[in-house]
């Protein structure tokens, strides 16, 4: 096979290569942006440039589902270039960056603003566009201008962009179901939140306990029944985002029984933190939804061991100091930067034997290119895919600071955390992005949108004939009328005048 490649741009010699069933000693011999080769070191091809990895690791390249790069909008939060060069230093390839920007990516004129931002890209990328109860009518408009997915913002977050209706939700999947198209979903029930967080204010409180009191786990197991119940009866595809309660595990058990095309991420802080670091890190931990008490940590774990949650997102959410750090918790905004922690976090975690490395690069990887279409060019190391590699070494110790983040946020709970287990250099589409630890900031600019290589599974619509679409007509042979023409009606009695 690799016979065919005269000289090769590079080949990567001693390492272990990492996939879901197997880790296999094996050198990749890469040209141009793709892998052309992986196998024993004496076939490789000859190469331009050789780089010796014994010892370490061969992850296809994160990719994170949920990143917010607030670019256009807030720039003092985070920009496409900070925010991807943080992906990139994080062994992160791909991310899929969500709508609540300013303009929210809900008009081609802010998807076009967007991707203009994202040519500063150290990384690939997906857009979530916006669905709301105003752009219902241009979904097709927007994935014709490149946007990959969609995102609904069923709970109120940062950004305050209203729920859609349960209305709007159902057509909007009605309109994505035939098309295939997957939409991430915020899943909290707004009304419950909003009543409460009105009394919690009312009530003088404002501490950190405050926050996860106004949006408790019911909130999420109210919401993603409603939405998957309208996704099944659509038969459109849906994404969790942020799952965090080991008490809605159960609905999304029962729906992936029943066959329901729902994908879940879950976030190193809901597996990894809860209300014990409260105290520590205060406001700076308040994010939506709600990091909750120490007894949601390994349900959501075992959910991941058993296929019921698919994958890890960061929900990378920069703010500034200032924002995250006012006294009063309802004041301070929600979220952290996350992006270049998870995978020292989650790597931590597979060297004190809580799952494999292969488990690892299924959720980090794997599970994320199959939600959005592009396994097989991206999530796996072989020949024909690109060569997207985070080079990583299971052994290397150190401790997370947030000096160090490339985000122009800094301030996260995972600040002061021992880890071991890093990447040491990131590949995208054969170009370092990053090398021996430090950002290759020549590569600006090489990342770009995977919506040319996004290729979803046949869609599966349900119910079509009882689509908003589909019942505007009156059936043939129907009077236009209720009621039928010349039915006799009762003559009126007029009152008795007295
Ligand atoms: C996110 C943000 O800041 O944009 N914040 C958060 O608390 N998670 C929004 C979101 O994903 O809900
Ligand atoms: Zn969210």
């Known amino acids: 096979m690799s016979t065919h490649y005269r000289e090769v741009d590079l080949v990567i010699r001693g390492a272990k290569v990492v996939s879901p069933d197997q880790i296999i000693e094996a050198s990749v011999a890469i ?12 076939t490789m091809p000859p190469a331009r440039q050789e780089m010796r990895a014994d010892g370490l690791y061969l992850l296809p390249g994160a990719i ?20 991807s060069a943080a992906a990139a230093c994080g062994g992160v390839t791909t ?13 081609i004129e802010a998807l076009n603003l967007k991707l203009k931002a994202a040519e500063s890209s150290y990384c ?3 857009i979530h566009g916006l669905l709301g109860d105003d752009t219902i009518d241009h979904l097709e408009d927007l994935l014709e201008a490149g946007v990959t997915s969609f995102k609904a913002f069923v709970g109120n977050t940062f950004g305050n962009l209203p729920s859609p209706t349960d209305g709007a939700l159902l057509e909007g999947f009605e309109k994505l179901a035939p098309l295939g198209i997957r939409t991430v979903v915020h899943a909290e029930n707004s009304s419950i939140m909003a009543r409460r967080q009105k009394r919690l204010v009312e009530a003088g409180r404002m501490d950190v306990h405050a926050h996860l009191a106004a949006r408790p786990s019911v909130c999420e197991i109210e919401a993603i029944g409603r939405v998957l119940t309208l996704a099944e009866w659509a038969g459109a595809r849906v994404h969790i985002a942020h799952h965090s ?8 058990r029962a729906a992936k029984l029943r066959g329901v095309d729902v994908t879940v991420e879950t976030c190193p802080q809901y597996m990894l933190l809860s209300t014990d670091d409260f105290t520590r890190f205060g406001g700076i931990m308040r994010v939506n939804p709600p990091i909750r008490e120490k007894r949601h ?3 959501l774990w075992d959910a991941l061991m058993d296929g019921t949650i698919d994958m890890i997102a960061t929900d990378h959410a920069p703010h500034t100091d200032e924002e995250q750090t006012r006294a009063d918790i309802f004041k301070c905004d929600c979220g952290f930067p996350g992006v270049e922690t998870q995978m020292p976090l989650m790597l931590t975690e597979v060297n004190r034997g809580r799952a494999s490395l292969m488990d690892y690069v299924k959720w980090s990887s794997v599970a994320p290119a199959k939600a959005w279409g592009i396994y097989g060019t991206k999530g796996v190391i072989a020949p024909g895919a690109h060569a997207d590699i985070a080079i990583v070494d299971l052994n290397r110790s150190g401790v997370l600071s947030q000096g160090k983040l490339q985000s122009i946020s800094k301030l996260n709970p995972w600040n002061g955390r021992a880890v071991q287990g890093y990447p040491l250099h990131t590949l995208l589409r054969g170009r370092f992005v990053m090398r021996d630890g430090k950002l290759v900031t020549d590569a600006v600019g090489w990342g770009k949108s995977v919506k040319g290589i996004q290729k979803m599974p046949t869609p599966q619509p349900r119910n079509t004939h009882l689509y908003s679409s589909a019942i505007l007509e009156t059936p043939a042979g129907t009077a236009p009328h209720a009621l039928p023409a010349g039915y006799p009606l009762p003559a009126v009695e007029t009152e008795a005048a007295s």
């Open 31 to 42: 040209a141009g942006e793709h892998i052309v080769a992986v196998g024993h070191d004496d």
């Open 64 to 83: 994170d589902s949920h990143v917010h790069f607030r670019d256009p909008g807030y720039p003092n939060k985070e920009t496409w270039r900070t925010g």
């Open 95 to 107: 991310v899929f960056e969500m709508p609540n920007t300013n303009p929210p990516t809900g008009t």
């Open 124 to 126: 690939d990328f997906g």
């Open 245 to 252: 309660a080991a008490d809605s595990l159960f609905v999304i």
């Open 297 to 299: 940590n390994q349900p």
